[in-house]
């Protein structure tokens, strides 16, 4: 199963979506809306973007991080550069391979969106401050196929931000 949240600004944009989605047959036991006047955050048990960011962000730079530094020594033995001629081939090549470590952490970072929750910054906000902002979370569930098909009808709507969530196994 998987979720979508919308979130939008008030309360009238959200209600307009959730009437859209009924009106185009989407049932209403797997529509809610979070905010004031309806559930509240505590109610709220989707897994926070922030620490999906954060796990996906580790995950990658477990893998580029190693590869990174065997690119780096690699690259250095192949081209054969004595960039600190100090500290010889092998301290060259181990230098290398320590920037290229440094080059895959940062990559890891950056590809996997873990850079916004790690400075809190556009998407990876949390849906808590979100509501405590007065914003309103639309959260749909449903298949793959179903949130591809009610997509449009939320697209339209232009929300704040929009995610796809797993939920949780």
């Known amino acids: 199963m998987e979720y979508l949240v919308a979130a939008v600004g008030d309360r009238i944009e959200a209600e307009r979506i959730y009437t859209d989605l009924e009106k185009a047959g989407f ?6 809306i979070f905010g004031t006047g309806y559930q ?12 999906n960011a954060k796990q996906r962000a580790f995950r990658m ?23 600190f001629p100090w500290a010889g081939v092998t301290g060259n090549q181990v230098i290398g391979g320590f ?3 440094g080059s895959g952490a940062l990559g890891g970072l950056l590809a996997s969106g873990g ?55």
């Open 61 to 83: 730079m477990t893998w580029l991080i190693p590869f990174g530094f065997f690119g780096g020594v690699t690259f250095n033995a192949i081209t054969g550069l004595q960039t």
């Open 27 to 32: 049932p209403q036991s797997n529509l809610r």
């Open 99 to 101: 920037l290229g470590a």
């Open 40 to 51: 509240t955050a505590e109610d709220f048990d989707l897994e926070d973007p922030n620490e």
């Open 115 to 169: 850079l916004g929750a790690v400075l809190s910054f556009g998407d990876s906000r949390t849906y808590r401050d979100r509501l405590d902002r007065g914003e309103y979370l639309l959260v749909i569930q449903g298949s793959r196929f179903q949130l591809a098909d009610i997509l449009p009808i939320v697209r339209r709507a232009r929300p704040l931000s929009l995610q796809t969530l797993q939920s949780r196994p």
